[in-house]
Nanobody, 124 residues
Framework: QVQLVESGGGLVQAGGSLRLSCAAS????????MGWFRQAPGKEREFVGA????????EYGDSVKGRFTIFRDSAKNTVYLQMNSLKPEDTAVYYC?????????????????WGQGTQVTVSS
């Protein structure tokens, strides 16, 4: 069983930065693709980005490219989401997820395990 715990959410002004963390209780952290998704009220869950287990290449959703960065620290079993130049439209609950596969990382259905989510609110 894999448990994921997100932290680091909060309220920030537009243009500001936040760093989210996702700590994974798993024996072989490097064996999982780790993804970040977000969901705003009344909207579908949106792909933010993911780092596959199989390569150092990270993918990002179009709406966050150039502003958000994902990186993992295998020594701490933690994946991070660094969010810069935040906009009010980035307001959402952010979820960390883990998958066995590195295929179709943008699809929520590919992920087996999910965290409880952390709220990010960006004020204008």
């Amino acid at each position: 069983q894999v448990q994921l715990v997100e932290s680091g959410g909060g309220l920030v002004q537009a243009g500001g930065s936040l760093r989210l963390s996702c700590a994974a209780s798993v024996r072989t952290f490097s064996a999982y693709t780790m993804g970040w998704f977000r969901q705003a009220p009344g909207k579908e869950r949106e792909f933010v980005g993911a780092t596959p287990w199989s390569s150092p290449t990270t993918e990002y959703g179009d709406s966050v490219k150039g502003r958000f960065t994902i990186f993992r620290d295998s020594a701490k079993n933690t994946v991070y989401l660094q969010m810069n130049s935040l906009k009010p439209e980035d307001t959402a609950v952010y979820y960390c997820a883990a998958a066995y596969t590195a295929q179709n990382m943008g699809l929520p259905s590919q992920y087996r395990y999910w965290g409880q989510g952390t709220q990010v609110t960006v004020s204008s």
